[in-house]
């Protein structure tokens, strides 16, 4: 029988006494097998087959060239009957990596990013639910939280081997979080309506805002209805030692902030309405990566990351940059009726227009005249991006200073996201040693013009 925690330990392998390959042009090639895992945690799809019209086909395609993305050519669609006679499927498995012959045997190896089964029964679910399980590579807060009117907590709350970490109702939705000696576990329960097939990318991306890790799901299981479906994943390695510090402290007796900052950022990506996740998620998912490698590219993507938010979040609000338009065209009107070259000519009126349009500093200070950030917070920016993006190399007696350059402007992402997501609450403040503990309740609104 299927057993999930095997996963955990690197130990989890499936026989398959059938396994149908087939194409985008439908053509299906027949096999025995096993999908297994690696050292690394990988799934592996081992393949027998006696097919040697797949082979030719197998053999035609080779391995993709480097440098080159892996054309759709070189994808198939997977599905095998266990020998519990349980079908399990999987959309796009690519099978160019290795393949060999042995006498009568074609053998096939790959990589095989996820498996999934959806089986009937005969009893319907009261509610909808998603179980996902994590590794227990992350930290969580180290201090439960229950929300009112939440009673999911009270099955497992008299089982030793669990630890409940919070158990609250955001909008329709009740959420469960505990670990046990494999695992840390999520569960969503849907209070009216179905889930949404978003909903687990959705609290991924909010989890890793909050915890400041980047978040892999590796079993997500889902009942609804009458059924109940199975999604088994990779596991994927977290990135080790990276330095971004959770918004909020995991030792701090704010824990219900936590919860509180998650639910508000839960809404905001769910906004999103996509298979993907945002954009602001994808770059801190980057940021948490970088900043396990050097300072210097945790200080590169911190950066850009603000840029990035400013100009793509915040632009919209800034009014346009009109004082300069009667000294450009005065200069216009000279530089025509003047003796210059045109090359000298065409380049300058190239650089009028960045004068009126936006840019980072021009947002910031809007941000700034509202009283939304404060001046420091622009100065540390450009402090800290100009030298690191004209190749500076950090020596070791100036890294405590641009450590405290990320850190404070890890401190203007933060409040950046938090004015985004409308989150008003308790924060630590990474601009000062110690990360004091403060109060966050600033809002950004639209005025009736649209600007700041």
Known sequence: MLNIDDLAVGKFSLDFPKIVLSNKSGKEYLGAGNI??????????????????????FNKLGKP????????????????????????????????????????NIIIKSNIHYIKQKVKGIVKFNRPQYVIRFKKDIRFPKVDYYGKSAKSYEKIKNDFRVNIIANFIHNDLEFLFYENEKWYIAEVFSNKGRLSENIVNYLCEALQFVLSANIYCVVIEKFEGYYDSIQIRNIR??????????????????????????????????????????????????????????????????????????????????????????????????????????????????????????????????????RLIKKYHIDTWNELRNPIAHGKIIEFKDYQKYLTLCYKCQSLFNLLIFLLIEYQGYYNDFSQYGFKMKSFKKSITRVSSGTL
């Open 237 to 370: 390695k977290s990135s080790p030692s990276h330095r971004i510090p959770p918004p909020i402290s995991f030792n701090s007796a704010k824990t219900s902030d936590i919860w509180k900052m998650f639910c508000k950022y839960y809404d905001f990506v769910s906004k999103n309405n996509s298979v993907n996740y945002h954009p602001i998620s994808l770059k801190l998912h980057n940021l948490i990566q970088a900043s396990s490698i050097s300072l210097e590219s945790q200080s590169l993507s911190i950066t850009t990351l603000i840029e990035s938010i400013v100009m793509n979040n915040f632009a919209l609000y800034l009014k346009a940059i009109d004082k300069y338009e009667i000294d450009i065209a005065k200069l216009k009107k000279h530089l025509v009726s003047d003796n210059y070259q045109q090359e000298f000519i065409d380049r300058i009126n190239g650089f009028f227009p960045l004068l009126v349009r936006p840019n980072p500093n021009n947002v910031l200070r809007a941000l700034l005249n509202k």
């Open 65 to 104: 060239k480097p440098g080159r993305i892996i054309p759709n050519s070189h994808y198939f669609k997977f599905s095998g009957k266990d020998t519990f006679d349980q079908e399990w499927k999987s959309e796009r498995v690519n099978f160019g990596y290795d393949l060999s012959a042995d006498f009568k």
């Open 36 to 57: 297994f895992q690696d050292s690394d945690g990988d799934l592996q799809l081992k393949m027998y087959s006696y097919d040697e019209e797949g082979y030719r086909l």
